[in-house]
Each structure stands twice: as structure tokens, then as C-alpha cells.
């Protein structure tokens, strides 16, 4: 699997990395067949929105893709957040296609 990591207005440093990474992982073992997985992370400017951080995420398969998008106080809770939201739609996706196959 393929990570790749874009930010806008931030900085990617070597702990976020390490924790997208970690936090992915659980993806892969999910769906072996991922080829890429490209997380987006964007750090808001508005003052209203208080400075939140946005990460957003595309899961790649080689006939699929997963799209999520979440948001937090800090990078950590919204990639808690983002891999829920990937976890539910491969769950969904796989629990679909077994049934389909029965």
C-alpha cells in the first residue's frame, strides 16, 4: 500500500506521519487489495471555525474507491475519525458483496 500525504496550510511532520500510518494500517489488514491511500490534511484559517484541522482520505482498490472526510481539534482525533468512517464503508462494501454472492 501507497501512502500519500498532502497538507494545506500545515505541515506534515514526521509524528503525523507516523500516526496516519499507524492508524491505516488497520485498512490494509481490512482490505488486502488496497493499492493506494491518499490523505489530504487542511488546517483551516477561519477564525469562526476556531482553527480546526480537516483530513480527508480516498482509498483506493483496484476496482473502488473510498472517499471520507473529518474534522477536529487536532490531526489525531480527525484521523480517528476518518478511519471509522473508511472501516464502516469497507465493512459495508464486503458485507454486500458476500451476500451478493449467495
Known sequence: MDLVMKSRGTRITDHMRSAAARKLSRLE?????????????????NPRLGGIKRVE???????????????GDDVDSALDQLVEKLERQLRDHNTKRRTQLI
Open 57 to 71: 482520505g480516498a482509498l483506493e482498490t483496484p476496482r473502488r474507491t473510498f472517499r471520507a472526510k473529518a474534522q
Open 29 to 45: 489488514r481490512m482490505e488486502p487489495r488496497v493499492t493506494r491511500l491518499e490523505v489530504e490534511i487542511l488546517s483551516e484559517r
